[in-house]
């Protein structure tokens, strides 16, 4: 279990719900630690300034997270958190590893305008 303040998604049913009901999407797939936490808390942070954006987070080691682990997009991934941007239902962006506040609010202006 992530313990933050963010919607949890626990299956791949619930992972696909998300992103077809919300235009915006960003999802965060880790786990509570180190590299993680920090992206989260950003998330978090963040939410409010973005209303037009749905956030979420997805356990790493649920067996569930194949839909994002196993995304073309984040194949050559080698450290989490890997965060993945939806548009209209589509991937449109992915990162690994920590990012901070302002890689973050670049990425989500650039794919997610008002």
Same mark, same amino acid.
């Given at each position: 279990?992530?313990?933050?303040?963010?919607?949890?998604?626990?299956?791949?049913?619930?992972?696909?719900?998300?992103?077809?009901?919300?235009?915006?999407?960003?999802? *965060?797939? =880790?786990? +509570? %630690?180190?590299?993680?936490?920090?992206? $989260?808390?950003?998330?978090?942070?963040?939410? &409010?300034?973005? /209303?037009?954006?749905?956030?979420?987070?997805?356990?790493?080691?649920?067996?569930?997270?194949?839909?994002?682990?196993?995304?073309?997009? *984040?194949? =050559?991934? +080698? %450290?989490?958190?890997?965060?993945?941007? $939806?548009?209209?239902?589509?991937?449109?962006? &992915?990162?690994? /590893?920590?990012?901070?506040?302002?890689?973050?609010?670049?990425?989500?202006?650039?794919?997610?305008?008002?």
């Amino acid at each position: 279990m992530l313990y933050t303040n963010l919607k949890h998604i626990e299956s791949a049913e619930a992972h696909q719900k998300f992103i077809n009901d919300n235009e915006n999407v960003m999802i *965060c797939c =880790g786990r +509570m %630690g180190p590299m993680c936490i920090p992206v $989260y808390g950003i998330m978090e942070d963040i939410e &409010a300034d973005y /209303s037009h954006v749905k956030f979420a987070d997805m356990e790493f080691d649920n067996p569930e997270s194949h839909v994002i682990r196993n995304a073309d997009e *984040c194949r =050559g991934f +080698m %450290g989490i958190p890997f965060t993945v941007y $939806y548009k209209h239902g589509k991937l449109v962006k &992915a990162t690994s /590893s920590i990012q901070t506040m302002q890689q973050i609010r670049t990425i989500l202006d650039e794919n997610f305008a008002k």
